[in-house]
């Protein structure tokens, strides 16, 4: 017999460990949204009887036998910090379909895209999330290993917009912006030290759809991820000093997008 090659059999156990992951979801917000999504995967219910009380009609309707369980043991494998709120819910992660359809959707108007580079901090990229839905963004987009995977902390923190925002993750960012180019996006990094606002760059191409792409606090956005934008631009200060997180930087962006979009 033939041996497979190495290459072959590390993709083959990716496949495998990807369709045997599973998520635990917690908190009253995320588990009823979760609950209510007819295309979220539903595995185990773990809930108190006054967290039961408060999530019966999501329970009903999603057809599930909760597992009822005494707060001060609470049976759910979670991390000891996290305030769940007597609920938990087992899921698998969501299949988000074809990439174009996504994208190229939204709640009206041009499409918005939201592009992250080495965000790996859950509540960020859940806050990233709520924006998105709020303003009307087709999609965040992050890399497999390079963004913050879909998990418990991110849910609650996106209070329940995970369930509806399409969070997608592909393999490289850059090869994506340049597919995104070719769709007829424009791509503009935000960088505190670009010289052109980003009211300027929006004004300029008004005809687009916008890819905006946020890069982790700190170090920013990686210097191949810069070269591939079609423009650096930034959210300009009243004063010359303080800045925005990540998260924030995103709202104040889609706000401004989304006004001329």
């Known amino acids: 017999m033939t041996k497979k090659p190495k290459w072959v059999v590390q993709k083959e156990k ?4 990807a369709a045997s992951e599973t998520v635990w979801l917690f908190g ?13 995967e ?3 219910l773990v809930v108190t009887k006054n967290a039961a009380d408060k999530l019966a009609e999501a329970i009903t309707a999603s057809g599930m036998e909760p597992e009822m369980a005494d707060a001060r043991k609470f049976p759910a494998p979670l991390d000891p910090n996290s305030v769940h709120q007597g609920a938990a819910l087992e899921v698998k992660p969501l299949a988000w379909g074809n990439f174009a ?5 939204g709640a009206g108007g041009l499409p918005i895209v939201v592009l992250l580079d080495r965000v790996t901090d859950p509540h960020n990229v859940g ?16 890399t497999a290993r390079g963004s913050a995977p879909e998990t418990g902390a991110l849910a609650k923190t996106a209070s329940g917009a995970l369930e509806r925002q399409p969070y997608l993750r592909i393999r490289n960012l850059a090869d994506t912006m340049v597919e995104l180019r070719e769709m007829g996006f424009v791509i503009l990094g935000l960088d505190g030290e670009a010289e052109e606002s980003l009211d300027a760059a929006l004004d300029a191409q008004p005809d687009r759809p916008v890819a905006l792409v946020l890069g982790a606090e700190g170090p920013g956005l990686r210097d191949k991820t810069k070269a591939t934008c079609d423009q650096l631009v930034k959210v300009p200060f009243a ?3 303080g800045s925005l997180n990540v998260s924030n930087a995103a709202a104040v962006a889609l706000f401004a997008t989304r006004k001329t979009r």
């Open 14 to 17: 990716a496949r495998r460990d």
């Open 28 to 40: 009253l917000h995320a588990v009823r949204d979760a609950l209510m999504n007819p295309n979220r």
């Open 42 to 44: 539903r595995l185990r």
């Open 101 to 105: 359809e996504r994208v190229m959707g």
């Open 127 to 142: 806050a990233i999330l709520r924006s998105a839905e709020v303003f009307g963004a087709s999609a965040v987009i992050g």
């Open 239 to 241: 004063r010359d000093f």
